[in-house]
């Protein structure tokens, strides 16, 4: 733990980040439902308000289209804007803003037009939130060009991806995870800020390239301890980026160990995890003892019931067995 | 004044959602309920008024805030309590949970947890009815946070312009979360949006259920003669925060205490009094909601849980 | 002349996303001149209504699709034949279609599905083994034979851990037993009786080739410095007749014609096929008859008409410049011809770079002493050096 290390929770690294960027640029400001007076749903933004006033910490009605796109115009017009969108399942009503708008107005403009936008919102299965409010839905960001994506599983990597997603003069999802909110961490104080499109060797081990983010990580750790147990050394590794992606820490691990299990809590269909399996296959073939093992969620929406609710994203048991299957154990 | 035996029916319902919502509380306390529970204690009477002027056929759409409208239209208690306990036998098998509760059996498209998304569903089953020449009205509750939402501008105007039989209930609030409707709207007279799209407008008292129903009567059958969609604001208050963790802190004690006063149900005994009923008439009215209660209670818990396998077999199989 | 070139008529883009579209009416008939320009179809789509025009001057040779139907977008509806260089080769009709996607090699092995169990792999269809990416790197790498590695895989895949074992030092590697074949037998009998029953004496001398090879390029293509050694040597045995001879326990029989045996490699190991008489044969015909039991050799058979008299080891074709052969019993001697090298050597207390040829000379020590192995040697070395004129001949010493 270096000397300015201190463990503090996810939502109070995310407050950290904001609360120096803003004090550093003038430019940048915060939007969304309920983050000014209520310090945010899940507390990321509280004390803001006091330190920079109504102007710079804006609660917005109701109205997720229009506001994300103000965000993105203020972008252009010179301003550093982190617009919040509660839960991930509620950006699919800005989608245009975001996809036609944000991410194309670069391009669209030879070059001359930046967008230096933070989108940042959260996702996954919390505890019963149901089919609205329980999804993971990073493909559709990932997919799309023009977008960074990064996707924070502890503290310290909560508050120096977000600090680089501001200072970045493109536009940046952050998505967070409603369950590591309140899961703690080493932080650096001060400034931090994490180079964008560099993964993480979570864990060092020779047997098995386990490559999660988000919410997966934890679960994947624990998974790795189970497996050390028997003599099986997991090596995780978080992207933590996931656009752009840091390719050659994945296959250097890949190569290293020759065995990969990708988990991933959102659909397999069409997700990041089927990309990067596809990225091993390709640039690191000769070098895989085994197929590409790909945990993901099952193909539906999430139930209410508890036990529904669990099986349908992938658990610690489900790590374990999948990585013994990829290493013949 | 209305007949005794409307306004009879209309207290039991009153008295019958506060209960629910009451034991709702309870249970989610007790681990029984998970994720996020939105009570509708203090704005029975919205939902009560306007689901009986309602006919059978009619359709609703609510939101997340979703018990009372169900009940009100009809749901029976130990199938919503099974639903809600994430049980089997539950109105959506246990897979939808509070937020999404529906039966559409009954016309009841369903509570929905994006906030102002039911509205256009609302006004497509409105749409659809039209174009079969059917006699329906959709009555379409939301709340005033949706209504600063692109998506109710949209349905309004459309609406408007097709000549649908929709009933926009605005149930006021006053609230978006914790935002009040002073931040969030520059006119808080929310039912002058209507005007400038040319839809008949008014405001009620949310929580006096003969004026939303009396209104809500008016507007079903201007609907129904094909004169277009109608827009009731309804003015009420929460008793308590947006949902079961959310104490209301920043919701000011002399407000809460004025809307006590005018506690859709104390309003709704008044009536009923007024109209002849004795307290014990009343009194046995309500120990008959209790123990309907504590049925659906037992019901829910007896309830058994889905079955994973045979989620996982359907999963697999589709 | 050159056939003029056949110019397709394309059904327009008639809109986005729109594949086809609808030939309204031809103003032209098959066999009609055509001029670049002319309108020579209306085609329609749901949006409106297009006329087309020829690219080109020419005839029209074909419709495609008449009036009232549909062709699909980009694609030919008509044909022109055009004059010779006035049309350009037309491009060839883009696709709208979305492309096919690549034909990929279906796996040998069934992917797991997500959260089941694997399913068993099949055995690949060509007979190759089952192995994984690795596993074959690994293998190509340390140059295993897969077909000899066994599998612990799901399936009975190869991998990686089964190299690594295959292959581990620490392990000792899996033995192959190789039966000998009847050739090879028959060698192992000679020798180990060549070895046990025959006290070897060896001399070696080393020889300057130059005036030989230069004789043997003179005497023509066919003719090698293999050759010449024959013919020396055969010289050499007139004059020292007991090392062309047969050893029993109690004599020496002196055999009349030089018999050289000369090795030979077969598919499966060393024959010894005979150049008869070598004494009575002409340098041309020793290299004749000395290709032709090479080739026999390869095929693995040999003429055994003639009982050898003397073996010659050739060792010409490798690096090797010394080798001990063994005696082919019951010949008295064997020679050993290793490769030609340039050496330095001293000529006049100079050094000299010359072409050195090493000769290994192994006796029967019951028949021949060193004094003699030498002398011959020395002769033979002498008629290498300095090649006599054709026919002359020496006295023998008996």
Redesign the interface.
């Known amino acids: 733990m270096g000397a300015a290390d201190r463990v503090i929770l996810y939502r109070e690294a995310l407050n950290e980040a904001l609360c120096n960027e803003m004090r550093r640029d003038p430019g940048v400001f915060i939007m969304g ?2 983050i000014a ?2 310090g945010g ?1 899940y507390k990321v933004t509280a004390g803001l308000l006091d330190e920079f006033g109504p102007q710079r910490v804006i ?8 506001f994300t796109g103000m965000g993105v115009g203020a972008a252009i017009t010179g301003m550093r804007p982190v617009v919040e969108i509660l839960f991930v ?2 950006a ?2 800005v989608m245009d803003q975001v996809i036609n708008q944000a991410a194309k107005y670069r391009f669209m403009t030879g070059g001359r037009g930046r967008v230096p936008l933070v989108l940042r919102t959260q996702g996954g299965v ?8 329980s999804q993971s839905l990073e493909a559709l960001f990932y997919h799309t060009p023009g977008l960074k994506l990064v996707m924070p599983s502890t503290p310290g990597d909560a508050k120096g991806l977000l600090t680089s997603a501001i200072r970045d003069d493109d536009p940046v999802v952050c998505i967070e995870h409603k369950l590591l909110y309140l899961s703690e961490g080493e932080v650096p104080a001060g400034e931090y800020a994490i180079e964008l499109g560099r993964a993480d060797v979570k864990r060092s081990g020779g047997d098995v390239t386990v490559i999660a983010w988000s919410g997966m990580v934890p679960r994947c750790l624990a998974a790795a301890e189970h497996l050390a147990a028997s003599g099986i050394e997991a090596e995780v590794v978080d992207p933590r980026s996931l656009v752009p992606l840091d390719r050659d820490t994945i296959l250097a691990s890949v190569r290293k160990t ?1 065995h990969v299990v990708i988990v991933q809590e959102a659909v ?1 269909r069409g997700g990041v995890a089927s990309d990067i399996a596809s990225i091993i296959q390709a640039e690191a ?7 590409i ?4 969620g ?4 999430i ?6 609710e669990q ?1 349908c994203i ?1 658990q610690e048991a ?1 790590i374990v ?2 990585v013994r ?1 990829a290493v ?1 154990a | 004044m209305l007949p005794k035996a409307l306004l009879t029916r209309m207290y039991r319902t009153l008295y019958t959602i506060r209960a629910f919502e009451t034991s709702s509380i309870q249970l989610y306390r007790r681990g029984l ?4 529970l939105h009570p509708y204690a203090g704005e029975e009477a919205i939902a009560v008024g306007v689901c009986a002027a309602l006919g059978e056929d009619d359709y609703i759409v609510s939101t997340h805030r979703g018990h009372g409208h169900c009940i009100a239209r009809g749901g029976r208690l130990p199938e919503m309590m099974a639903e809600i306990m ?2 089997e036998p539950g109105y ?1 098998r ?7 509760i529906s039966d559409i059996d009954t016309g009841n498209l369903g509570a ?5 998304a039911g509205i256009p569903l609302g006004v497509g089953a409105a749409l659809g009815a039209h174009i079969r020449g059917e006699d329906r009205v959709a009555a379409v509750f939301f709340s005033d ?2 209504s ?3 998506v109710f501008a949209e349905s309004l105007n459309l609406a408007a312009i097709w000549n649908l039989p929709v009933l926009f209930v605005l149930e006021n609030n006053q609230y ?4 009040p409707i002073e ?3 520059r006119d808080t007279d929310l039912h002058h949006r209507g005007a400038a799209y040319g839809v008949e407008s008014c405001a009620v008292d949310g929580n006096d259920v003969v004026e939303v129903y009396e209104r809500a009567v008016e507007a079903c059958a201007r609907c129904r003669r094909g004169d277009g969609p109608v827009l009731v604001e309804a003015v009420t208050y929460r008793q308590g925060g947006h949902h079961v963790n959310d104490p209301g802190q ?1 919701m000011p004690a002399d407000r809460v205490a004025h809307y006590r006063e005018r506690d859709p149900l104390v309003v709704g005994k008044r009536h009923l009094l007024e109209e002849g009923a004795t307290e014990d008439e009343v009194a046995k009215l309500e120990a008959e909601v209790e123990a309907e209660m504590e049925a659906a209670i037992a019901f829910g818990e007896a309830s058994p ?2 079955s ?1 396998e045979a ?2 077999a359907e ?1 697999e199989a ?1 | 002349m050159a056939t003029p070139p056949t110019t397709p008529i394309l059904m327009p883009q008639v809109g986005e996303n729109l594949a086809a579209g609808t030939v309204l009416e031809w103003h032209v008939q098959v066999g009609d001149p055509v001029t670049r320009g002319q309108v020579v179809l209306s085609v329609e789509s749901e949006k409106a209504v297009f006329e087309v025009q020829a690219e080109a001057d020419g005839v029209l040779t074909e419709i495609l699709v008449p009036a009232g139907e549909e062709g699909a977008v980009l694609e030919p509806v008509a044909y022109l034949r055009g004059q010779v260089d006035t049309v350009p080769t037309p491009a060839p009709a883009a696709r709208t279609a979305a492309p096919r996607p690549p034909v990929t090699q279906a ?1 040998v ?1 069934q ?2 599905v ?2 089941a ?2 399913a068993p792999a099949q055995a690949a269809a060509t007979g190759r083994p089952l192995a ?6 690994r293998a190509r790498e340390l140059g295993l034979d897969l077909s000899r590695v066994a599998g ?3 399936g009975g895949r190869i ?3 089964d190299i690594a074992a295959a292959a581990s030092p620490g392990t000792a590697p899996a033995d192959r037993v190789v039966p000998f074949s009847r050739l090879r037998r028959h060698i192992a009998a000679r020798t180990s009786l060549s070895s046990h029953t025959i006290p070897h004496l060896y001399l070696f001398a080393d020889v300057d080739m130059t005036a030989a090879l230069a004789l043997a390029e003179g005497a023509g293509p066919d003719v090698g410095v293999t050759d010449l050694l024959i013919a020396s040597l055969a010289r050499a045995l007139r004059q020292f007749p007991r090392l062309n001879g047969h050893v029993e326990d109690d004599r020496l029989t002196i055999k009349g014609a030089v018999n050289v045996g000369v090795t030979a490699c077969a598919p499966d190991g060393v024959l010894l096929p005979v150049v008869a008489d070598a004494g009575g044969k002409t340098l041309a015909q020793i290299a004749a008859a000395r290709r032709q039991n090479a080739a026999a050799a390869r095929r693995g058979a040999i003429s055994l008409r003639a009982r050898g008299t003397i073996t010659l080891a050739d060792l010409s074709d490798c690096d090797v410049y010394r080798v001990l052969p063994l005696i082919n019993p019951p010949e008295c001697a064997v020679l050993g011809a290793g490769a030609i090298q340039e050496r330095v050597v001293s000529r006049q207390r100079e050094p000299a770079i010359r072409d050195i040829m090493s000769l290994g000379l192994g006796c029967d020590h019951r028949a021949v002493d060193a004094e003699y192995g030498a002398r011959f040697l020395d002769c033979l070395k002498t008629l290498l050096e300095q090649p006599p004129a054709a026919g002359a001949g020496g006295a023998s010493h008996a």
């Open positions: 439902e309920g007076e209520r749903s609660d917005t009605p109701i109205a997720e289209a229009s399942d509620f699919m009503l919390g505890d019963g939130l149901a089919a609205q409010h020759e397999r073939f000769d070098y895989l003892d085994a197929p093992e790909i945990l993901a099952r193909d539906t929406a139930p209410y019931n508890k036990q529904l099986a992938p489900d067995a999948a299957r013949y | 309920i998970r994720g996020y994430g049980r959506c246990g897979r939808g949970g509070s937020m999404h929905n947890g994006v906030v102002g946070g949706a600063n939402n692109g978006a979360v914790s935002t931040q969030s709207s920043y849980e889905p994973v989620f996982v999963l589709s | 796996p092995a992917a797991p997500t959260q169990p694997s994984s990416p690795a596993a074959r790197r612990s895989g799901a991998v990686v851990r």
